[in-house]
C-alpha cells in the first residue's frame, strides 16, 4: 500500500479516514436502491486514499474494466466515466443539470473567490462573455505572442549558457517560472521576472503554487473544514498563503486603478493587458478584479508549464519524434544559416510560421492526449437523471470525466492508445485533424470547453519552436521514468533534469 506519507502521519486525516469508514459501512446496506440500474461498482474512497500516488493509473485500470464505475463514499455518489456517450451528454446535451455546485465551490473559494472556475448559472455566464470577448481581440493576440516569445528569448538564454558549460538543469522548473512570467504581463502588463529571481515575484508565485496545492489537499481530506475552523495544520498554511496572495494582487489592482484614472483618454486605448480591459468594464469592485485575475492564472500557467514539461520528457524517449519536429521547426522558419543566438532565431518565429507546423501541432496534441493537464475533471449532478448508457445518477452524486484515462482507452484510440504516435493525428497530407471533443476530453467540450485553448497552443508552439529549433534535449538519465504527483494537475513528480546542445546540421534543401 502506497498511502501518501504526509496524509498518514496526521492524526487528524487518520482519524477522519476511520470515521469515513464507518459512515461507509453504514452506506454499503442501504445500497443499492431498487427498481433502479447503477453502474457497477469499481471500488471505495478507502482504494482510491490507498493508491492515492498512482491514483490516476488505479482509476484507468478500474476503466478498462467498466467504462463507467462508481466509487462508494459516505458523502455522496461518485461516478467516474470514460464513455463519450456519457461525456456528451454531461458536458453538453444536458449541460444545465452538472456544474460545480457547492461541493466544488466550497473548497476552491477561498483561493479562487467568484471567478470562472468557481460558479455557475448566470454568474458564470456574464464572466464567459466578457472573458471570451476579450480573449478574440487582436490586441490581446499580438500583444501575448510578443510575451510568449520575450519570454522565451529569457529562458533560451538561461539554455544556452547550460549548452556551453555542459551542465543538467531542471526545465520543469524553467517552465513554472516563465509560463507564471507570461501570465502575469498578459494578465497584468506586469514584468514579475521569477526566471530573473525577483524576490517579490518569487514570493507571489510560491505562495500562489502552495495554495494551489493545499486546496486540492480538500478533494482527498474529508476534516477539512474541521482544521478550517480551528485554523489548524495545512488550514492555517492555506491561510497564510492567500493573505500573501491577496496583499500583492490588490496591490497591483490598486496601482492599474490609479493609473488607468490618471492617465484617462490618451493611453486608454493602448491598453494591452486583461486587467486593464476588466477595469474599463467594472473599475469599483477589487474583489471581483482579483478573482478573474487569480482564475486567469490558474488557468493559463500550470497547464502550459506541465504540457511543455511532458513534451521534452516524451521527445527525449523518441529522439527520432524530436528530430522530425525540429526539422519542420527549420523548414517553415526557413532558417538557412547557422544560428547561435536565441533572439534572432526566435525573429523567425512568427504566427504564420507556427501555423505551417502540422507535425509539431500534432506533437504536441498527442502528448497532452497522454498527458493531459487536468487529468480528473468533476461535476455536480443537480437533479436525478438517467445518462445515454441506461444509469441512474441522483441528485448530489459527483459525475466526473477522466481525460487521463480516457487517453488510455482502447476503445477509443485503438490497439497502440498508450503508444505516443503524433501521425494518428495527421491526414494523408500530413495536415492536422481534430479529434471529437467529447473522446479527446483534455479542454472540455460544450458550452464550457477551455476558453483558452487557442490561446495555449500559440504558446506551446512559440516556445517549442524557438528551443527545439535552437537545442537538442536529452534527459540526464536516459533510463529515468518520469511519474507524475498527484495534485489537480498532472504535474512531473520531481525535477525533469535535462542537458542541452546547440542543434546544428539541419540545412534547409
Ligand atoms: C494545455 C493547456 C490547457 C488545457 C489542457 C486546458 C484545459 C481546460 C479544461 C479541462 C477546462 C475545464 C475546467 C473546468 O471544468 O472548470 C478549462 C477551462 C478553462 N480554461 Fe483551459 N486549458 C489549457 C490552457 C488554458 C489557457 C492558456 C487559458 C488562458 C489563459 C485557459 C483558460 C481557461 C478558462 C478561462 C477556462 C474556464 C472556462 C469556463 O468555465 O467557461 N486555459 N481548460
Ligand atoms: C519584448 O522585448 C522587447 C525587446 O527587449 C521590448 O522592447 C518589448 O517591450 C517587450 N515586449 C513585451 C510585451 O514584453
Ligand atoms: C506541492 O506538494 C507536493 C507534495 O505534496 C510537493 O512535492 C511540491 O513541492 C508542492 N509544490 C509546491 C509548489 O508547493
Same mark, same amino acid.
Given at each position: 500500500?502506497?498511502?501518501?506519507?504526509?496524509l498518514l502521519?496526521?492524526?487528524?486525516?487518520?482519524?477522519?479516514?476511520?470515521?469515513?469508514?464507518?459512515?461507509?459501512?453504514?452506506? %454499503?446496506?442501504?445500497?443499492?436502491?431498487?427498481?433502479?440500474?447503477?453502474?457497477?461498482?469499481?471500488?471505495?474512497?478507502?482504494?482510491?486514499?490507498?493508491?492515492?500516488?498512482?491514483?490516476?493509473?488505479?482509476? #484507468?485500470?478500474?476503466?478498462?474494466?467498466?467504462?463507467?464505475?462508481r466509487? %462508494?463514499?459516505?458523502l455522496?455518489?461518485?461516478v467516474?466515466?470514460?464513455?463519450?456517450?456519457?461525456?456528451?451528454?454531461?458536458?453538453?446535451?444536458?449541460?444545465?443539470?452538472?456544474?460545480?455546485?457547492?461541493?466544488?465551490?466550497?473548497?476552491?473559494?477561498?483561493?479562487?473567490?467568484?471567478?470562472?472556475?468557481?460558479?455557475?448559472?448566470?454568474?458564470?455566464?456574464?464572466?464567459?462573455?466578457?472573458?471570451s470577448?476579450?480573449?478574440?481581440?487582436?490586441?490581446?493576440?499580438?500583444?501575448?505572442?510578443?510575451?510568449?516569445?520575450?519570454?522565451?528569448?529569457?529562458?533560451?538564454?538561461?539554455?544556452?549558457?547550460?549548452?556551453?558549460?555542459?551542465?543538467?538543469?531542471?526545465?520543469?522548473?524553467?517552465?513554472?517560472?516563465?509560463?507564471?512570467?507570461?501570465?502575469?504581463?498578459?494578465?497584468?502588463?506586469?514584468? $514579475?521576472?521569477?526566471? !530573473?529571481?525577483?524576490?517579490?515575484?518569487?514570493?507571489?508565485?510560491?505562495?500562489?503554487? &502552495?495554495?494551489?496545492?493545499?486546496?486540492?489537499?480538500?478533494?482527498?481530506?474529508?476534516?477539512?473544514?474541521?482544521k478550517?475552523?480551528?485554523?489548524?495544520?495545512?488550514?492555517?498554511?492555506?491561510?497564510?498563503?492567500?493573505?500573501?496572495?491577496?496583499?500583492?494582487?490588490?496591490?497591483?489592482?490598486?496601482?492599474?486603478? @490609479?493609473?488607468?484614472?490618471?492617465?484617462?483618454?490618451?493611453?486608454?486605448?493602448? *491598453?494591452? &493587458?486583461?486587467?486593464?480591459?476588466?477595469?474599463?468594464?467594472?473599475?469599483?469592485?477589487?474583489?471581483? /478584479?482579483?478573482?478573474?485575475?487569480?482564475?486567469?492564472?490558474?488557468? !493559463?500557467?500550470?497547464?502550459?508549464?506541465?504540457?511543455?514539461?511532458?513534451?521534452?520528457?516524451? $521527445?527525449?524517449?523518441?529522439?527520432?519524434?524530436?528530430?522530425?519536429?525540429?526539422?519542420?521547426?527549420?523548414?517553415?522558419?526557413?532558417?538557412?544559416?547557422e544560428?547561435?543566438?536565441?533572439?534572432?532565431?526566435?525573429?523567425?518565429?512568427? @504566427?504564420?510560421?507556427t501555423?505551417?507546423?502540422?507535425?509539431?501541432?500534432?506533437? /504536441?496534441?498527442? #502528448?497532452?492526449? /497522454?498527458?493531459?493537464?487536468?487529468?480528473?475533471?468533476?461535476?455536480?449532478?443537480?437533479? &436525478?437523471?438517467?445518462?445515454?448508457?441506461?444509469?441512474?445518477?441522483?441528485?448530489?452524486?459527483?459525475?466526473?470525466?477522466?481525460?487521463?484515462?480516457?487517453?488510455?482507452?482502447?476503445?477509443?484510440?485503438?490497439d497502440?492508445?498508450l503508444?505516443? *504516435?503524433? @501521425?494518428?493525428? /495527421?491526414?494523408?497530407?500530413?495536415?492536422?485533424?481534430?479529434?471529437?471533443?467529447?473522446?479527446?476530453?483534455?479542454?472540455?467540450?460544450g458550452?464550457r470547453?477551455? $476558453?483558452?485553448?487557442?490561446?495555449?497552443?500559440?504558446? %506551446?508552439?512559440?516556445?517549442?519552436?524557438?528551443?527545439?529549433?535552437?537545442?537538442?534535449?536529452?534527459?540526464?538519465? @536516459?533510463?529515468?521514468?518520469?511519474?507524475?504527483?498527484?495534485?489537480?494537475?498532472?504535474?512531473? &513528480? !520531481?525535477?525533469?533534469?535535462?542537458?542541452?546542445?546547440?542543434?546544428?546540421?539541419?540545412?534547409?534543401?
Amino acid at each position: 500500500m502506497t498511502i501518501s506519507v504526509d496524509l498518514l502521519s496526521n492524526p487528524v486525516f487518520v482519524l477522519g479516514s476511520f470515521l469515513v469508514l464507518i459512515i461507509f459501512h453504514n452506506y %454499503l446496506h442501504k445500497q443499492p436502491q431498487h427498481g433502479k440500474k447503477y453502474h457497477p461498482t469499481g471500488a471505495s474512497v478507502f482504494h482510491l486514499l490507498t493508491n492515492y500516488n498512482k491514483i490516476h493509473d488505479y482509476m #484507468t485500470d478500474l476503466a478498462i474494466k467498466y467504462k463507467t464505475y462508481r466509487i %462508494l463514499s459516505p458523502l455522496h455518489g461518485i461516478v467516474y466515466t470514460t464513455d463519450p456517450e456519457n461525456v456528451e451528454y454531461i458536458l453538453k446535451t444536458n449541460f444545465k443539470n452538472y456544474g460545480k455546485g457547492n461541493y466544488i465551490r466550497d473548497m476552491t473559494s477561498d483561493l479562487l473567490g467568484d471567478g470562472i472556475f468557481t460558479v455557475d448559472g448566470d454568474q458564470w455566464r456574464e464572466q464567459r462573455k466578457v472573458s471570451s470577448q476579450e480573449f478574440s481581440t487582436k490586441i490581446l493576440r499580438d500583444f501575448s505572442s510578443i510575451t510568449f516569445k520575450n519570454n522565451t528569448i529569457k529562458l533560451g538564454k538561461i539554455l544556452s549558457q547550460a549548452a556551453d558549460s555542459n551542465q543538467i538543469f531542471d526545465i520543469n522548473d524553467l517552465f513554472m517560472k516563465a509560463t507564471m512570467d507570461s501570465i502575469f504581463k498578459v494578465g497584468f502588463g506586469i514584468e $514579475l521576472d521569477n526566471l !530573473g529571481g525577483n524576490e517579490e515575484g518569487v514570493r507571489f508565485s510560491r505562495a500562489f503554487d &502552495d495554495a494551489n496545492n493545499l486546496t486540492y489537499k480538500r478533494f482527498v481530506d474529508v476534516t477539512w473544514k474541521i482544521k478550517k475552523f480551528f485554523n489548524i495544520g495545512l488550514e492555517a498554511e492555506l491561510k497564510k498563503n492567500i493573505k500573501i496572495i491577496d496583499e500583492f494582487v490588490y496591490k497591483v489592482i490598486q496601482l492599474k486603478i @490609479e493609473q488607468m484614472q490618471m492617465s484617462k483618454d490618451e493611453v486608454l486605448l493602448k *491598453k494591452e &493587458d486583461i486587467l486593464s480591459r476588466f477595469v474599463q468594464v467594472n473599475d469599483n469592485d477589487p474583489k471581483y /478584479l482579483r478573482d478573474i485575475i487569480l482564475n486567469f492564472i490558474l488557468a !493559463g500557467k500550470d497547464p502550459i508549464a506541465i504540457s511543455m514539461s511532458w513534451f521534452i520528457y516524451m $521527445l527525449c524517449k523518441h529522439p527520432e519524434i524530436q528530430d522530425k519536429v525540429a526539422k519542420e521547426i527549420i523548414e517553415a522558419t526557413n532558417v538557412n544559416e547557422e544560428i547561435t543566438d536565441v533572439a534572432d532565431f526566435a525573429a523567425h518565429v512568427s @504566427e504564420g510560421t507556427t501555423d505551417k507546423m502540422q507535425y509539431l501541432h500534432a506533437a /504536441l496534441t498527442e #502528448t497532452i492526449r /497522454l498527458y493531459p493537464a487536468l487529468p480528473v475533471d468533476s461535476k455536480v449532478c443537480f437533479s &436525478d437523471d438517467v445518462l445515454p448508457d441506461g444509469c441512474n445518477v441522483n441528485k448530489g452524486d459527483v459525475v466526473a470525466y477522466m481525460p487521463y484515462a480516457m487517453g488510455r482507452m482502447k476503445f477509443i484510440w485503438g490497439d497502440d492508445a498508450l503508444e505516443f *504516435k503524433p @501521425e494518428r493525428w /495527421l491526414d494523408q497530407d500530413g495536415c492536422f485533424h481534430q479529434e471529437s471533443p467529447f473522446k479527446f476530453t483534455a479542454f472540455q467540450a460544450g458550452p464550457r470547453t477551455c $476558453l483558452g485553448r487557442d490561446f495555449a497552443f500559440r504558446q %506551446l508552439k512559440i516556445i517549442s519552436s524557438v528551443l527545439l529549433g535552437c537545442f537538442v534535449f536529452k534527459l540526464s538519465n @536516459e533510463n529515468k521514468v518520469l511519474s507524475y504527483r498527484t495534485s489537480i494537475n498532472i504535474h512531473v &513528480d !520531481g525535477p525533469l533534469q535535462v542537458s542541452v546542445s546547440r542543434r546544428s546540421g539541419f540545412q534547409n534543401p
